[in-house]
């Protein structure tokens, strides 16, 4: 850092009226109670810069652009030196900001534009373009390990946006994919493409949002043919811009897009959720149902309790599983894929004995998955389908808690619930409840469940649906009868007031 040295001698004076007596040049340490009061004279105005930062241009050139100017620093002591810091909002109101030290050239408060150009991608955008962006600075006089704040803790200096027009973009990345269907020569069928989806939902931005995915349905007996085009090559029909796939493994569940690859191919049978990663040309196939069935025994699909999904990624739900399970994708049991143990990977268990976790798999290998807890439980199951991995809680205890109890797990404070045979449904009668409440297992917050009203039924009784981990639940406050219902999704909570 440089040292500013516009000073005046009145500078001079503040130091010497706040030490105590001494002979120069080795003076004790001060006895100023309040270090700030220190620089309560100093006056420092700043300037913005009225061009735009070309921050592209500056690199070219090896220079830091200036991001403001000092126009006046008075009453600043010799023996500190000034440091400024540039704040880089995401909005006018600074909602999320990333702090850079700027390095004073002259008057000048200047910044590698390359940190520059990282902040605002790190608070605003990746996407190159020019910004209004949102900055202020905090002065600080620094000596030795001291570094106080001009003007208070929350003092800042030049609020205001400042234009700066980010790095030029090293790959274009669009906000709209395709899937193109091709035959096994990989010639597009244009008029079938269809759009991925972001992510992040509809509007996203792909350059800070390069994830797209696209449920197809399940492919004929010779697979699936396809490449991927962005909006502007699908729009022009350029087959030459099209990314295809080099594969990793030989069902096509993997692999990395490029321009010079061949066309994909999807073997596996069952509908497919393909997601690409734009920013690291990869591609990943994974298997998409809008259901899993957990089979035990004798269970069938019209009583199994089934595992739901809103992303064909991550599936849960309860179900009840007596010693031993599978996952089926369909109504038929039989039918494959059966994602059972793998047979290479032994289970974890819990210290208590209520959980697992282990990782599914579709070889002939593969067996039935043996509970944690034997005999006919219900569980919290936890499957994420593309990386295979389950985790499963036994539900061993059902509970109402909340403000009535003073949210207390202690056993002799809650009324547990009673299943039916099926534990499907689980029923108490003349519970305290309210004005909040949730369910939990176990006397434990491991698995619970909350959510939201939702009216009342024919009798007059208030519903609820709730789902795993939902909000607190509120009610008038009373007695009432509780009865919990599994069988349907979202599952659903019934009080009844006594």
């Given at each position: 850092?440089?040292?500013?040295?516009?000073?005046?001698?009145?500078?001079?004076?503040?130091?010497?009226?706040?030490?105590?007596?001494?002979?120069?040049?080795?003076?004790?340490?001060?006895s100023n109670?309040?270090?700030?009061?220190?620089?309560?004279?100093?006056?420092?105005?700043?300037?913005?810069?009225?061009?735009?930062?070309?921050?592209?241009?500056?690199?070219?050139?090896?220079?830091?652009?200036?991001?403001?100017?000092?126009?006046?620093?008075?009453?600043?002591?010799?023996?500190?030196?000034?440091?400024?810091?540039?704040?880089?909002?995401?909005?006018?109101?600074?909602?999320?900001?990333?702090t850079?030290?700027?390095?004073?050239?002259g008057?000048?408060?200047?910044?590698?534009?390359?940190?520059?150009?990282?902040?605002?991608?790190?608070?605003?955008?990746?996407?190159?373009?020019?910004?209004?962006?949102?900055?202020r600075?905090?002065?600080?006089?620094?000596?030795?390990?001291?570094?106080?704040?001009?003007?208070?803790?929350?003092?800042?200096?030049?609020?205001?946006?400042?234009?700066?027009?980010?790095?030029?973009?090293?790959?274009?990345?669009?906000?709209?994919?395709?899937?193109?269907?091709?035959?096994?020569n990989?010639?597009?069928?244009?008029?079938?493409?269809?759009?991925?989806?972001?992510?992040?939902?509809?509007?996203?931005i792909?350059?800070?949002?390069?994830?797209?995915?696209?449920?197809?349905?399940?492919?004929?007996?010779?697979?699936?043919?396809?490449?991927?085009?962005a909006?502007?090559?699908?729009?022009?029909?350029?087959?030459?811009?099209?990314?295809?796939?080099?594969?990793?493994?030989?069902?096509?569940?993997?692999?990395?897009?490029?321009?010079?690859?061949?066309?994909?191919?999807?073997?596996?049978?069952?509908?497919?959720?393909?997601?690409?990663n734009?920013?690291?040309?990869?591609?990943?196939?994974?298997?998409?149902?809008?259901?899993?069935?957990?089979?035990?025994?004798?269970?069938?699909?019209?009583?199994?309790?089934?595992?739901?999904?809103?992303?064909?990624?991550?599936?849960?739900?309860?179900?009840?599983?007596?010693?031993?399970?599978?996952?089926?994708?369909?109504?038929?049991?039989?039918?494959?894929?059966?994602?059972?143990?793998?047979?290479?990977?032994?289970?974890?268990?819990?210290?208590?004995?209520?959980?697992?976790?282990?990782?599914?798999?579709?070889?002939?290998?593969?067996?039935?998955?043996?509970?944690?807890?034997?005999?006919?439980?219900?569980y919290?199951?936890?499957?994420?389908?593309?990386?295979?991995?389950?985790?499963?809680?036994?539900?061993?205890?059902?509970?109402?808690?909340?403000?009535?109890?003073?949210?207390?797990?202690?056993?002799?404070?809650?009324?547990?619930?009673?299943?039916?045979?099926?534990f499907?449904?689980?029923?108490?009668?003349?519970?305290?409840?309210?004005?909040?409440?949730?369910?939990?297992?176990?006397?434990?917050?491991?698995?619970?469940?909350?959510?939201?009203?939702?009216?009342?039924?024919?009798?007059g009784?208030?519903?609820?649906?709730?789902?795993?981990k939902?909000?607190?639940?509120?009610?008038?406050?009373?007695?009432?009868?509780?009865?919990?219902?599994?069988?349907?999704?979202?599952?659903?909570?019934?009080?009844?007031?006594?």
């Amino acid at each position: 850092m440089k040292k500013i040295k516009l000073f005046s001698a009145l500078a001079l004076t503040v130091v010497m009226a706040s030490c105590d007596d001494f002979d120069l040049p080795n003076p004790p340490g001060q006895s100023n109670s309040d270090p700030e009061a220190y620089f309560a004279n100093t006056d420092l105005a700043l300037a913005p810069v009225s061009e735009t930062l070309q921050l592209t241009a500056a690199t070219e050139a090896n220079q830091f652009v200036t991001v403001a100017n000092i126009t006046k620093l008075e009453n600043f002591p010799a023996d500190y030196t000034l440091e400024v810091d540039m704040e880089v909002g995401s909005d006018a109101q600074f909602s999320k900001t990333t702090t850079l030290t700027t390095t004073i050239d002259g008057d000048a408060l200047t910044l590698d534009p390359s940190i520059l150009n990282g902040a605002i991608q790190s608070v605003i955008s990746k996407a190159p373009g020019t910004y209004e962006v949102n900055s202020r600075f905090v002065a600080y006089a620094a000596k030795d390990n001291t570094r106080l704040r001009l003007g208070g803790i929350n003092n800042y200096y030049l609020t205001e946006a400042i234009d700066v027009k980010t790095y030029d973009a090293e790959k274009v990345i669009e906000n709209m994919y395709y899937v193109v269907p091709c035959d096994a020569n990989g010639t597009p069928n244009w008029n079938a493409a269809m759009a991925m989806n972001n992510t992040a939902g509809e509007g996203a931005i792909g350059y800070d949002h390069p994830e797209f995915t696209l449920k197809i349905e399940s492919p004929d007996p010779d697979g699936y043919y396809f490449k991927i085009g962005a909006q502007s090559v699908v729009t022009a029909k350029d087959a030459s811009q099209l990314l295809g796939v080099n594969l990793s493994d030989e069902q096509g569940m993997t692999g990395k897009l490029g321009a010079s690859y061949g066309v994909g191919h999807v073997i596996i049978t069952g509908d497919v959720l393909l997601t690409i990663n734009v920013e690291e040309d990869s591609y990943a196939a994974s298997y998409a149902f809008s259901l899993l069935y957990p089979y035990s025994g004798s269970l069938n699909a019209n009583t199994v309790m089934k595992l739901y999904t809103d992303n064909y990624v991550n599936y849960s739900g309860v179900c009840a599983i007596n010693n031993q399970w599978f996952l089926g994708a369909s109504e038929d049991k039989k039918q494959a894929p059966l994602f059972k143990q793998d047979a290479e990977n032994e289970p974890e268990i819990s210290e208590d004995g209520l959980s697992m976790n282990g990782l599914l798999s579709t070889a002939s290998d593969a067996a039935q998955i043996k509970t944690p807890v034997k005999g006919n439980t219900l569980y919290w199951v936890d499957v994420n389908l593309p990386q295979l991995t389950y985790s499963m809680t036994a539900i061993q205890t059902l509970s109402v808690i909340g403000s009535a109890n003073d949210w207390s797990n202690d056993e002799d404070k809650v009324v547990d619930l009673t299943p039916s045979k099926d534990f499907k449904t689980w029923t108490a009668t003349d519970i305290k409840v309210g004005p909040e409440f949730k369910l939990n297992a176990n006397h434990a917050w491991d698995v619970d469940f909350g959510g939201e009203a939702a009216g009342t039924d024919s009798e007059g009784n208030l519903v609820f649906n709730v789902t795993m981990k939902g909000s607190n639940l509120t009610v008038e406050e009373g007695t009432y009868d509780v009865t919990v219902n599994f069988s349907t999704f979202p599952y659903v909570v019934t009080l009844k007031k006594k």
